[in-house]
């Protein structure tokens, strides 16, 4: 018989290293179900992992793919930190992305120079609005912003569909649910030639230092870090933890909100019925695969945007099903959790010795 027991003082050094153990034990993992399936293992590996990073432009479709997970995934972290859960990034995304579409639609092609900035702001007060939410549920009726950061993400992505396929689809289109592409001058400026990489890569590169001096050098990451760490300390010293909610989904909201008008102005050029592969909820991963440190969650979000564009490689080159990022995704994170049970607990056998008599009455 065996049981757990917490460790007195867990090691700092796995703490960072376990990740880049579980990326390991999940691709020893996909080279097996690779050879279950009939594929070559170790050639299936080369074109997932490999193949990904030889040549500019695969490295720039490398980084065009990591942007909307960086910057979901540090506002996830920000939020973490304090103990406030943001499930929804996905939602925020969605919805930013339909905000500066609006602004694309009806200002785009006309020649006005503030049209591109407007497009980003609407982007980015679409995801704040729908993150201001579940944070005014949070505070105002103890709604765990769980559920309702969750549940609101299905409101955008219906919210998408309809406008899609109603009020802002393409006459033109041939019936597709999209709407029109947008023009020039409401499209992400591309800042490598030759590539897709745009705008928005640049600035999420940004985000990762700004997050960095914002969680370690400012009174308000001071008081996030308090708030999650220490919830009595926090307010035996003033700090309202209801501004701290309403900072970090706010903050969170905006970054994915960002992200969501950058996919749409970019690689996608339309607003269309999906208009993300799971970019919020894979951030979650991101976050955790990268300590919640922005540092961390720039190496995590390169390698998860490795797994997605190794996973559609695995589909085209290897006939593999379509399901199979998410597959290997779910595994980095399944060995994730468990090197983190082995981190702070370990395994006893036999049964736990009884206090003796003197100790109880003590007790």
Known sequence: ????????????AMFWLSPLVAVVLSLVASAII???????PVAA???????PLVGLNNLAELALKATPLLLCAIGIAIGCRANVWNIGAEGQLTLGGICGSWVALNFGGAGHVWALPLMLLAGIAGGVLWAAIPAFLRTRFNAHEILTTLMLTYVALHLLGYLVRGPWRDPAGFNFPQSKTFADDVSMPIILPTTRLHLGALVALLVVPAAAFLMRRTFAGYRIRVVGLAPGAARYAGFSQKRVVWLCLLLSGGLAGFAGICEVAGPLGQLQPTISPGYGFAAIIVAYLGRLDPWGILAASLLMALIYIGGDALQVSLQMPTAMSGVIQGLVLFFLLGMDLFIGFQFRFGRRSPKPVGQLADA
Request: hydrophobic fraction near 50%; charge should be positive.
């Open 34 to 40: 690779f050879a279950l399936l009939g594929k070559p």
């Open 45 to 51: 590996l080369r074109i997932m992992v490999v193949d």
């Open 1 to 12: 018989m065996f049981r757990l027991e917490a460790r007195q003082s867990p090691s700092r």
